[in-house]
């Protein structure tokens, strides 16, 4: 695999011009994401005559399985340009990726396809779905309560954690997220357009969400909340505050089992006591 190297800064410009290709967005994700997140020392490279064909970004998290913390590694940002794919360069990518992990330490290998059709192509690696969400469309209604919304901080990270903790507790295979985390993803909807809101009911944190724009248009990309009741009620305020008939949001599999949908996977990088994975993944660049 002499095709294969890490990234290094005279790469930068090929780098993006691909990601930019593969990955067509306003900018304003893209600007965010090379300048906060991207690392040469965790983008992996398949170039031909220096021509970078192929790439992918690995990086590092902890995975909870039974009460225990795993590390392994998060794939991102996979893509190859148009003009060299069906030749293998993804495969050979996705291999070095494995052997990399394995000789790190990592417990497995985790992503989020960027849309369902590719769970298929991911299962060729060894990939099994393992992480679940669901979506729930809030339909608006100004109706008054005793609960008031605000505008996520960075002092609400406590918060916020505390909700993500209640609501993910019995999930077997859950991310850890450390306050670094809830920093860059508050920084992120904020850069891009998007918000943080928590629900609070006499002073009490009730839900939050991430609210982003999908062709301008509120989307939740992540809800969670004490309860269901509280999701919705966050969700019908917010519909009325963006002027919205509805709202869709993406919640934890168990708030709305009805409409429960894979949304990552994962390889394990054992084949002796492979756990039973029921997880939940989400804001993870996704």
């Keep these: 695999m002499n095709n294969i190297r ?3 800064q005279e790469d930068r410009n090929q780098i993006q011009a691909l990601w930019k290709l593969c990955f067509p967005d306003d900018g304003r994700f893209d600007a965010w994401f090379f ?23 690995v990086y590092p998290y902890q995975l909870t399985i039974n009460n225990k913390n795993y590390p392994v590694q ?6 190859t340009h148009p003009d060299y794919r069906h030749k293998g360069m993804m495969a050979d990518l996705m291999d070095f990726s494995f052997q990399l992990g394995k000789l790190r330490g990592n417990f497995a290998s985790i992503l989020i396809p960027q849309e369902e059709t590719l769970f298929a192509l991911y299962e060729k690696f060894g990939y ?16 008054s309560d005793q ?27 859950v991310i850890i997220r450390d306050k670094t985390y809830w920093e860059k993803q508050i920084h992120l909807f904020t ?42 009620t966050l969700g019908q305020k917010l519909s009325c505050l963006y002027k919205q008939p509805k709202i869709s949001t993406i919640v934890p599999p168990h708030l ?27 804001l993870m660049f996704n």
């Design 6 to 8: 890490f990234a290094d």
């Design 128 to 143: 099994r779905k393992g992480f679940y969400a669901s979506l729930i469309d809030v339909v608006s209604n100004d109706a």
């Design 147 to 173: 609960t008031q919304i605000k505008t996520a901080r960075e002092q609400d990270i406590p918060s916020l954690a505390s909700i993500y903790e209640q609501s993910v507790m019995n999930y077997n295979g």
């Design 191 to 232: 850069a891009t357009g998007g918000k943080v809101f928590l629900l609070k009911n006499d002073g009490r944190s009730m839900a939050y969400a991430f609210v982003g724009l999908n062709g301008g248009i509120p989307f939740i990309q992540e809800g969670c909340g004490v309860d269901v009741q509280a999701i919705r």
């Design 74 to 79: 998060y794939v991102y940002g996979v893509c």
């Design 35 to 57: 300048k906060y997140v991207f690392s040469y020392d965790h983008t992996l490279l398949y170039c031909v005559n220096h021509t970078i064909c192929s790439m992918l970004q």
């Design 256 to 282: 709305a089992l009805e409409q429960t949908y894979p949304i990552g996977c994962i390889k394990f990088f054992t084949t002796k006591n492979i756990p039973n994975l029921w997880g939940y993944m989400n």
